[in-house]
């Protein structure tokens, strides 16, 4: 899903909640989950349906707070790294674990 701006909201089970990214995997899953806990938000997980049993498990994370908006968060740098850092969009995406700020030294994946 990543960064993309609009606010979606819905709920899991029965709790009110803005969707923070769906169709994740396991490892994304944990890693946006371990990175709000740290921030202060109250997260839940879901499971989401597969279309096939062969079909990798995705699943949604979101949080309980209505108002909180990834995209503004990152970008106002509001959230925290583990170590006190601010989160950078590239660390977001797990694109790399470096939260300088300067946007002249990101590289891509494919363009080290």
């Known amino acids: 899903m990543g960064l993309g701006g609009k606010h979606m909201f819905g709920s ?21 989950k371990k990175l709000l806990e740290h921030n202060g938000f109250e997260v839940l997980t879901a499971e989401d349906k597969k279309k096939s049993e062969e079909d990798p498990q995705l699943y949604t994370v979101a949080v309980t707070d209505m108002v909180f908006n990834p995209t503004i968060w990152i970008y106002q740098r509001k959230l925290k790294t583990f170590d006190g850092h601010k989160v950078t969009p590239a660390y977001w995406n797990q694109e790399t674990i470096d939260t300088r700020p300067q946007y002249w030294e990101r590289r891509s994946k494919n363009n080290p």
Request: hydrophobic share 35%; glycine share 4%; no cysteine.
């Open 12 to 32: 899991i089970e029965e709790t009110r909640v803005t969707f923070v990214e769906k169709g994740v995997d396991k490892d994304r899953r944990d890693f946006l």
